[in-house]
């Protein structure tokens, strides 16, 4: 299994139909369909093609999926299609086609979660907010910090040196990342 290190979710931004990377199957919710765009989904394949293309963590993968989706948004694969689910259902499977990796699919994030700091990066500030869910000692010596995910923004990372400044006479450091969302590399380099 390969690990992406990039944040698809920043995708979110870009539709009605939010998507976000995920590992395997979506939870089953009870949310309304979610609508159809071809406009906007022609936007979210050109933007998760870039997303790959220069982000991906094996930059030959990247490009192949990357040309992969070009070719079928020329084609007009994605041009029609009941509703969102069924748009990424079809981006997911053309992606696992050019290389199976089980970490990599879209899906339609439901609307409750549609905001809050684990949402995609759009205007100048609207994701100011910390993405670190909680810290502290959990025992003598041990520290805890459960990120949501690695944003870089100002306020997750004050309070991140907060942390490790408060903690730096830790002889473990337990780093939760299993709520993780996505966070591009290029962020922390």
Same mark, same amino acid.
């Given at each position: %299994? %390969?690990?992406?290190?990039?944040?698809?979710?920043?995708?979110? +931004?870009?539709?009605?139909?939010?998507?976000?990377?995920?590992? +395997?199957?979506?939870?089953?919710?009870?949310?309304?369909?979610?609508?159809?765009?071809?406009?906007?989904?022609?936007?979210?394949?050109?933007?998760?093609?870039?997303?790959?293309?220069?982000?991906?963590?094996?930059?030959?993968?990247? !490009?192949?999926?990357?040309?992969?989706?070009?070719?079928?948004?020329?084609?007009?694969?994605?041009?029609?299609?009941?509703?969102?689910?069924?748009?990424?259902?079809?981006?997911?499977?053309?992606?696992?086609?050019?290389?199976?990796?089980?970490?990599?699919?879209?899906?339609?994030?439901?609307?409750?979660? &549609?905001?809050?700091?684990?949402?995609?990066?759009?205007?100048?500030?609207?994701?100011?907010?910390?993405?670190?869910? !909680?810290?502290?000692?959990?025992?003598?010596?041990?520290?805890?910090?459960?990120?949501? %995910?690695?944003?870089?923004?100002?306020?997750?990372?004050?309070?991140?040196?907060?942390?490790?400044?408060?903690? &730096?006479?830790?002889?473990?450091?337990?780093?939760?990342?299993?709520?993780?969302?996505?966070?591009?590399?290029? &962020?922390?380099?």
């Amino acid at each position: %299994m %390969m690990r992406v290190q990039i944040g698809l979710s920043l995708l979110a +931004a870009c539709a009605a139909v939010p998507l976000a990377a995920q590992s +395997a199957s979506a939870p089953a919710s009870a949310e309304p369909v979610q609508a159809f765009d071809p406009k906007q989904a022609a936007a979210v394949v050109t933007k998760l093609a870039t997303t790959l293309e220069e982000n991906f963590v094996f930059p030959e993968v990247g !490009k192949a999926y990357a040309v992969r989706l070009r070719q079928q948004l020329k084609e007009g694969a994605y041009s029609s299609f009941r509703d969102g689910q069924a748009f990424a259902d079809k981006v997911t499977s053309d992606l696992q086609s050019v290389h199976k990796d089980g970490h990599l699919r879209l899906h339609v994030v439901p609307v409750a979660d &549609r905001s809050g700091p684990e949402t995609a990066p759009g205007p100048a500030g609207a994701n100011d907010g910390s993405t670190i869910l !909680k810290s502290g000692w959990l025992a003598d010596g041990v520290a805890y910090i459960n990120f949501r %995910m690695f944003s870089g923004n100002e306020a997750t990372m004050r309070e991140l040196k907060a942390f490790l400044d408060s903690h &730096r006479d830790a002889k473990t450091l337990i780093i939760d990342a299993r709520q993780h969302r996505g966070g591009g590399w290029k &962020r922390w380099t």
